[in-house]
């Protein structure tokens, strides 16, 4: 009889019960240290917990190497991160200067105009903290844990690696999109874009193994739209920002009070940022293919660990 909680040939829980739990404590972990008063700690401490409990749950629940986390912090995974992040900065910086120049915002002060009782660059500052904690949390719950684990539940004999790779990223990518539903001023066109910025996250992943990329892209995005550009992010205001804007236009075009991830032009800037993305690894790789550990099955990686050791 088939044990539904514990894989017997694996020696670790299944997939869903691994899932469960990494998600409940995992969305627990960033909301819990929200009563630290001081936002820039809070965050920072979000990540920590988040990167402690996603090593734990690697090496311990996953029984898995730690390199497949994609957070290996050598040269080449913090050059991914700065690749991403000049790749989501000009998109970022393309879709500014389309809707200044085609009336879809118009500029109405600088932060440095502002009066507030603090320098103008400090809020700036403690937003670049929070958006690179949110861009290494996210990507570690979505795309590291569930995305990966995903794929791995939804091998089976009569499943071939493609179906569940593709599967994989949908299921999370929609999970990533439903996480939003609630962000105020969402709409429909909102969550399909929510949704595809979630797939323009996982292919660097499953194609790289690293999420160097995915952090940077996600950070980068983020704390451009909203600390520098001035836009809404996921329908969140950011108070202080370098320009500050009022956003023009049809709402289907601009997002609105959703920010440019709720238009179209959002859209077209996740679609260019995974074009750009997919032209970098092209570059350095020579091909477009799934990384080795998202092409074997749990129980391959785990008979070439053991050949591996015999061998040594």
């Known amino acids: 009889m088939i044990n539904p909680f514990y894989n017997d040939e694996e020696k670790r829980s299944r997939s869903l019960i691994r899932l469960t739990v990494f998600f409940i404590i995992g969305m627990l972990l960033t909301f819990i240290p929200s009563l630290i008063p001081v936002t820039w700690i809070d ?74 009782s603090e320098f103008w660059a ?8 929070q958006m690179i904690s949110v861009g290494f949390y996210e990507e570690i719950i979505l795309r590291g844990y569930i995305l990966r684990n995903m794929h791995e539940g939804l091998q089976s004999g009569k499943t071939n690696n493609s179906i569940s790779i593709i599967a994989a990223v949908v299921l999370s990518s929609s999970l990533f999109s439903v996480l939003h539903y609630l962000n105020p001023n969402a ?55 370098v320009i500050r804007i009022e956003q023009l236009g049809p709402d289907v075009w601009t997002g609105g009070g959703f920010g440019p991830e709720g238009g179209l032009i959002g859209l077209a800037g996740i679609i260019l940022v995974l074009g750009l993305t997919l032209l970098l690894i092209h570059r350095r790789t020579g091909q477009i293919v799934l990384e ?21």
């Open 187 to 241: 709409t429909t066109l909102a969550l399909i874009n929510i949704f595809a910025a979630g797939v323009m996250l996982a292919i660097p992943f499953i194609l790289s193994g690293s999420l160097g990329l995915s952090v940077g892209i996600h950070f980068s995005w983020n704390f451009f739209m909203s600390a520098v550009f001035g836009f809404n992010v996921s329908g969140l205001n950011v108070r202080n920002s």
């Open 122 to 129: 400090l809020p700036v500052l403690i937003i670049f903290i």
């Open 43 to 116: 965050y920072l401490f979000k990540f920590l917990l988040v990167v402690g409990f996603y090593r734990f749950s690697i090496l311990f629940t996953d029984r898995r190497k730690w390199k497949e986390g994609g957070l290996v912090f050598n040269k080449v995974w913090f050059k991914d991160f700065l690749y991403g992040s000049g790749i989501a900065f000009v998109v970022m910086l393309l879709i500014f200067l389309t809707e200044y120049f085609t009336g879809g915002l118009r500029v109405i002060g600088y932060g440095w105009n502002v009066k507030i």
């Open 292 to 312: 080795e550990s998202f092409r074997l099955l749990f129980c391959e990686k785990k008979k070439l660990r053991t050949s591996s050791d015999e061998l040594a």
